[in-house]
T-cell receptor
C-alpha cells in the first residue's frame, strides 16, 4: 500500500515551547490529509482536515490557534503545537487519502508521541 | 458518533480463523465498509474495504450480509502479530474523514 511518513516519531519538549510535526505522502499525492490525536487506552480522535492550498477545517473543540496546520504541497502537511503544555502530551497521527475513485483509502503515518514537561 | 457497533474484545487461538463482527444497521446505499487495525503504539493499518460484495485480499476476507447491516472480517490463520485493535468504519468512498469508534481488541492466544 501507499506510504505515509511522519516525523519525528517521538519528541520531548518544555512547557511553553512549540513543536512541529511533519506528515508526508511518499509515493502519492494527497489533496487531503487528516490529523488525529490519541490518548492512552482511547480511540483516535479527529482534530482537523487539512486541504492543500486552503485553510484547515477543525473539529469542534479543537483550538485552531493552538494547533496550526499547514498543507503547502500535495505531499506535505505540518501540525504545529504552539505553546505546548503537559495536557497536550499525546500520540498524534496523520493520514493521507489516495483519492482514487473506487479505492479511496486513507493511509496512516506511524504517529508522533509528544511529551511536554 | 461512529456508525458501527463492535464487541470490545475477542480472543482467538493462534492458527485459527479470527472472525470479527461489526453491526452497521444505519448504513446508506453509497457507504462502504472499511476495516483498519492498530497495533500498539503504531498508526492504523488499512486492511480491506467493500460495498456489498464479499472481498478478499492477502490480509483478510470481508463478508457483508445481503442487507448490508452487518459484516465480518476474517483473518484466516491468526498469528500473534495479529494482536491489535480492529476498527470497522462506514464511510463514503471519497476524501472524507474517518470517525473511529472503540473497535475490537483482538487477543491471539498462543
Amino acid at each position: 500500500g501507499a506510504v505515509v511518513s511522519q516525523h519525528p516519531s517521538w519528541v520531548i519538549c518544555k512547557s511553553g515551547t512549540s513543536v512541529k510535526i511533519e506528515c508526508r505522502s511518499l509515493d502519492f499525492q494527497a489533496t487531503t490529509m487528516f490529523w488525529y490525536r490519541q490518548f492512552p487506552k482511547q480511540s483516535l480522535m479527529l482534530m482537523a482536515t487539512s486541504n492543500e492550498g486552503s485553510k484547515a477545517t477543525y473539529e469542534q473543540g479543537v483550538e485552531k490557534d493552538k494547533f496550526l496546520i499547514n498543507h503547502a504541497s500535495l505531499t506535505l502537511s505540518t501540525l504545529t503545537v504552539t505553546s505546548a503544555h503537559p495536557e497536550d502530551s499525546s500520540f498524534y497521527i496523520c493520514s493521507a487519502s489516495t483519492g482514487n475513485q473506487g479505492k479511496n483509502i486513507q493511509y496512516f503515518g506511524a504517529g508522533t508521541r509528544l511529551s511536554v514537561l | 458518533d461512529a456508525k458501527t457497533t463492535q464487541p470490545p474484545s475477542m480472543d482467538c487461538a493462534e492458527g485459527r480463523a479470527a472472525n470479527l463482527p461489526c453491526n452497521h444497521s444505519t448504513i446508506s446505499g453509497n457507504e462502504y465498509v472499511y476495516w483498519y487495525r492498530q497495533i500498539h503504539s503504531q498508526g492504523p493499518q488499512y486492511i480491506i474495504h467493500g460495498l456489498k460484495n464479499n472481498e478478499t485480499n492477502e490480509m483478510a476476507s470481508l463478508i457483508i450480509t445481503e442487507d448490508r447491516k452487518s459484516s465480518t472480517l476474517i483473518l484466516p490463520h491468526a498469528t500473534l502479530r495479529d494482536t491489535a485493535v480492529y476498527y470497522c468504519i462506514v464511510r463514503l468512498n471519497r476524501d472524507d474523514k474517518i470517525i473511529f469508534g472503540k473497535g475490537t481488541r483482538l487477543h491471539i492466544l498462543p
